[in-house]
């Protein structure tokens, strides 16, 4: 006895009319969200269909119908300022970016042309609630030095911060920091840096990134120097740190920390973390 074998209807396309193959009727399948084809899937479907002699010509198009934007997929949306001019004149001004040109993660930049690069800077809630200051007194003479930042650079992939970058920094007071052999005069302060050199936490600094999608990453700084004393207080969902550091001399600055943070020091760099809000 020869029993015929017929596979389960399945659906092809999409939306609330789907085409039943394998029975004799069309009738409204459920209505989906579209979704997107990632390089992977598009891939398979490459090797599936054939791309050798101009194959790809014709099942491309297909493919693209499946795409709810056309085919440009989140690939396409900008993760650096280099990709939001599409290639054209670099222009500085403010754009949308997407962290890791994922269309979930969209965060404000404001492109600024360095040389002739484009590079990235966080626009800040407020520069007086985001400075870093050396606090003059016992070894270090001279007057307060505090330095506020408006907007800080940031890398676009790592989401680090380059601390010793000044361009929208404002920078008051001198003082000499005591140094073998020579002192060194202090005029401004990297960001996320609090020092002090009387044998006592003195040093201040404050991180603000309210009303940004980003917050610092925690354990994020260290005491360092001779003597050093400093602690870092988050609040505000991470979003606010304030710090205080100080010894003879000593400060509180980003890990992994480096030696004597002032002025421009290079190679200070502060992780944050995207947090939409």
Same mark, same amino acid.
């Given at each position: 006895?020869?029993?015929?074998? %017929?596979?389960? +209807?399945?659906?092809?396309?999409?939306?609330?009319?789907?085409?039943?193959?394998?029975?004799?009727?069309? &009738?409204?399948?459920?209505? %989906?969200?579209?979704?997107?084809?990632?390089? +992977?899937?598009?891939?398979?479907?490459?090797?599936?269909?054939?791309?050798?002699?101009? /194959?790809?010509?014709?099942?491309? +198009?297909?493919?693209?119908?499946?795409?709810?934007?056309?085919?440009?997929?989140?690939?396409?949306? *900008? &993760?650096?300022?280099?990709?939001?001019?599409?290639?054209?004149?670099?222009?500085?001004?403010?754009?949308?970016?997407?962290?890791?040109?994922?269309?979930?993660?969209?965060?404000?930049?404001?492109?600024?042309?360095?040389?002739?690069?484009?590079?990235?800077?966080?626009?800040?809630?407020?520069?007086? !609630?985001?400075?870093?200051?050396?606090?003059?007194?016992? &070894?270090?003479?001279?007057?307060?030095?505090?330095?506020?930042?408006?907007?800080?650079?940031?890398?676009?992939?790592?989401?680090?911060?380059?601390?010793?970058?000044? %361009?929208?920094?404002?920078?008051?007071?001198?003082?000499?920091?005591? !140094?073998? +052999?020579?002192?060194?005069?202090?005029?401004?302060?990297?960001?996320?840096?609090?020092?002090? /050199? !009387?044998?006592? &936490?003195?040093?201040?600094?404050?991180?603000?990134?309210?009303?940004? *999608?980003?917050?610092?990453?925690?354990?994020?700084?260290?005491?360092?120097?001779?003597?050093?004393?400093?602690?870092?207080?988050? #609040? #505000?969902?991470?979003?606010?740190?304030?710090?205080?550091?100080?010894?003879?001399?000593?400060?509180?600055? *980003?890990?992994?920390?480096?030696?004597?943070?002032?002025?421009?020091?290079?190679?200070?760099?502060?992780?944050?973390?995207?947090?939409?809000?």
């Amino acid at each position: 006895m020869t029993t015929n074998r %017929r596979s389960a +209807p399945y659906h092809v396309g999409r939306g609330r009319r789907a085409t039943v193959v394998g029975a004799s009727a069309t &009738a409204p399948g459920p209505r %989906r969200r579209p979704r997107r084809l990632r390089a +992977p899937l598009a891939g398979a479907l490459a090797a599936l269909l054939g791309t050798g002699a101009g /194959c790809d010509v014709l099942w491309r +198009p297909y493919i693209q119908q499946l795409l709810p934007d056309g085919g440009a997929g989140d690939d396409a949306l *900008p &993760a650096t300022c280099e990709q939001a001019s599409g290639g054209g004149p670099q222009r500085p001004g403010t754009v949308t970016l997407y962290l890791g040109s994922d269309s979930r993660k969209p965060w404000t930049a404001r492109c600024e042309l360095v040389g002739d690069q484009l590079v990235e800077y966080l626009a800040l809630p407020s520069s007086a !609630n985001n400075f870093s200051q050396y606090t003059a007194g016992g &070894a270090a003479m001279g007057t307060d030095v505090r330095t506020t930042y408006g907007a800080v650079r940031i890398d676009p992939v790592t989401l680090k911060v380059s601390c010793s970058d000044q %361009r929208h920094a404002t920078s008051v007071g001198t003082l000499s920091h005591p !140094n073998s +052999p020579d002192p060194i005069v202090v005029t401004s302060m990297p960001y996320g840096v609090a020092m002090g /050199c !009387n044998r006592s &936490a003195n040093g201040v600094a404050r991180i603000d990134l309210s009303g940004t *999608p980003f917050e610092v990453a925690q354990n994020g700084f260290l005491s360092d120097g001779i003597s050093a004393l400093g602690t870092a207080n988050y #609040s #505000s969902g991470n979003r606010m740190v304030d710090l205080t550091g100080g010894g003879y001399c000593g400060w509180q600055d *980003p890990r992994p920390g480096v030696t004597n943070p002032i002025n421009a020091t290079p190679k200070i760099e502060l992780q944050l973390l995207y947090s939409p809000m």
